[in-house]
């Protein structure tokens, strides 16, 4: 199997027994096989076909990206500074009911060309037309959550027809491209569908096994509306449909009440946080330090390119570490080292891949990016943790491995061909334009 | 005169009259000679002595900082996530109190290689020992205004050995570098200067006939200070003190009155909005759409990399936009194009260079930059203004121009040495740490 080393790094391994390694890592096939501090011993030296030089480069794990709808990026700067609902309903949702497999396909493949280039190895994808965003995670090298979200404000049978889509993707996908995809459920949000829906969405997820993933409280409109259709607000709501009887992830949690955050940590519910969409569509700021104080599980998720309009998600990480200090007073709010392990760790942790990916570590899998840190905002070299979360972006990533592979070289993108992608979204816009 | 051309580009002017130009733009010695749309006239083909070619770039003015300590790069990442005063006090003074001449030097050298890798084009500085920050202005070939920020907590005749000091610096300096240089003069805050020295500083203003600038109302704690201290708010009490009788900057103005922001408006005050380092130290959020509403130049600032931790105004920028929709629930609230503007033409009016830089016009400055949109998230092209507010990062910068003067090509700076400064200002903060 393909060995190979990497020697003369710093090693960001985001591992509390060892935060700071300066040293060597090796990899054999998709997974970390060793690493150390100082030179790397003879034997691995001998045993690696190749050797990466980490001079001048931060190594941890690759970042993990908890939510977003990658194929929307066919949409960025199409509708800015609107509400919610307006920007959903008048803009966002009228496209897309024209987006063909293809426009997903080719959204997609940009928002996956993003993502390596700006550090994410790992991200959680909701939308439609789910088997050709699967073709890219394939093609990419990416590894993926992936879910077919239904919107249940449609007639029975059309329900039933998107929920059999749901399964059937499920089906076919979870677990596929050398085990780097695995599929959840989704209901889009409790105010996209109704009660019953919701409860069979669960009743398949039982059945397959998966995980769920839903929007939820993401503007104090939709909590209120919830509270008027069904007497309760949304957490109390989806507690009682079921959707926290399996390991679920919900995106946005912006409005919660002291005895929802109460819940959701009892439950085990993780919470996908997406700073830079809550902002951009004014739905409010999450209260992250008081999920983290609960026990909750909070990750970072850059929501679409339509809402963000990016994905860098060290801007995610570093808004995550700025936002809740300025808003709740408190200096020592989310400090770097936390907000790093939100966008790390957490997001491991919140689909179900904790101590497989998230963490450098010997047995984990080989997710790692390169930071350059030659680069006046680097100097002096004081804080590598403070750097990364205060000072970096996502264009400071030199090199992308997935499952042992490199998919950045200098950034210069390897499994993706960038010209042909540029070229077929542009064209897909236009079309989707009309 | 040198005579140089641009074809082929977009040229994002920030004039209402003509905001997007696809075309050419004439430059002679350090002014904008010409532009317009569609291909450059033969003439200006034939008169021009070098052309660069825009395709794939978008030509917008130099980025303006108006508030920030350049010197302060080298305590980047020395103390993280601390309150306001226990920051100052207990880090950042007792480390500054060491800084030498060489220290101020290298730090704001490599401050000034950041600004322009990022797009800045002119900054605010105060600080000490400004005329080694004079000279990394002249060397680095940037805009800025500068002055020697004086505490007055000390006896009357080091007091004044201070306004000395910042006297003479503005003698010596004003007007230097082929004019890129101007002076202001500045008591450091309010609650670091007593009123009597307040009144001097504003005499001496008087005198030389230059600007203001200090902090204000950065803290909530700072305003309750002032009351008990003073009997009135900051900015009555700088008001009573004259700091309000000729041009001033105020750099933060956290926590204001609607009293207070009618007053900053009556006397035309600009204020200096710093997002990131506000939320960062748990200062708090900015009433900035309450005082664009009232009318008063709101710019922005990076504050030093020791409470930000860079200096890219993008991020300002991108988190003017997107923090007060999200504070106030207003997702109208600074729209991209005001944001920009903050960036650019609102930066230049409140340091008294309007007209003459922060837009794209004949007979202005040649003060500009390039951004380079050959990337995934400049896919699809559809509103530049909101992919340079919401996606771009100084990063995207390719080439900067100042006075005519470029100062980076392809990421490349011409003017400054960034190996030696590198290795100086890790020097400098090694032998500071002691």
């Known amino acids: 199997m393909n060995r190979w080393l990497i020697e003369n790094g710093t090693l960001v391994t985001m591992d509390p027994a060892a935060p700071i390694v300066h040293g060597w890592l090796a990899v054999e096939g998709s997974a970390i096989a060793g690493m150390g501090a100082g030179e ?3 034997e691995e030296k001998r045993k690696a076909r190749e050797t990466v030089n980490g001079k001048g480069l931060l190594f941890l794990p690759g970042l993990v990206n908890t939510h977003g709808h990658a ?3 066919l949409l960025r700067g199409l509708a800015d500074d609107l509400a919610l609902q307006d920007w959903l309903e008048n803009h966002m949702w009228p496209m897309e009911a024209k987006f063909t ?8 493949s940009l928002a996956a060309a993003e993502m390596i280039l700006s550090g994410t190895t790992t991200f959680v994808d909701m939308y439609d037309h789910m088997d050709r965003v699967a073709q890219v995670v394939e093609a990419s090298g990416l590894r993926a959550s992936l879910t077919r979200g239904v919107i249940g404000l449609c007639p029975p049978d059309v329900q039933t027809a998107k929920l059999n889509d749901a399964i059937q993707f499920a089906r076919d996908w979870h677990g596929k491209a050398d085990g780097r995809i695995q599929a959840m459920m989704s209901p889009h949000a409790p105010y996209t569908c109704p009660p019953d829906y919701i409860e069979r ?3 398949a997820a039982h059945e397959l096994g998966l995980p769920l ?16 259709d069904y007497g309760v607000r949304p957490v109390e709501h989806l507690d009682r449909l079921g959707l926290f009887s399996r390991p679920a992830l ?10 929802e955050i109460a819940l959701l940590a009892e439950r085990g519910v993780a919470v996908s946080h997406n700073p830079v969409s809550n902002l951009k569509l004014a739905s409010g700021v999450a209260r992250v330090p008081d999920l983290l104080r609960a026990g909750v599980t909070v990750s970072l998720g850059t929501d679409s390119a339509a ?3 990016n994905l860098d998600l060290f801007e995610e990480i570093r808004l995550a570490a700025l936002l809740h200090k300025g808003v709740s007073g408190d200096p020592t709010a989310v400090p770097a080292a936390e907000a790093l392990r939100m966008g790390t760790v957490y997001g491991a942790k919140s689909i179900g891949l904790e101590g ?7 047995g984990m899998k080989a997710d790692l990016i390169a930071v350059s840190i030659a680069k006046p905002h680097f100097v002096p070299a004081t804080d590598y943790v403070s750097h990364l979360v205060y000072a970096a972006s996502g264009a400071d990533v030199a090199h992308v491995w997935v499952d042992g592979k490199q998919l950045l070289r200098d950034r210069e993108l390897l499994t993706l061909d960038i010209e042909r992608i540029r070229f077929e979204a542009q064209r897909s816009f236009e079309r989707l334009r009309g």
């Open 40 to 42: 790397a011993p003879e």
């Open 71 to 73: 194929a929307m990026s």
């Open 101 to 108: 497999g293809d426009d997903v396909y080719w959204g997609s």
């Open 201 to 203: 969405i669960v009743a």
């Open 213 to 228: 993933h839903t929007h939820m409280s993401e503007s104090a409109a939709e909590v209120a509306q919830n509270v008027k």
């Open 250 to 259: 919900v995106a946005h949690a912006v409005h919660l009440t002291d005895e």
């Open 307 to 309: 809402s963000n309009n």
């Open 356 to 362: 497989q990916v998230g963490m450098l570590k010997p």
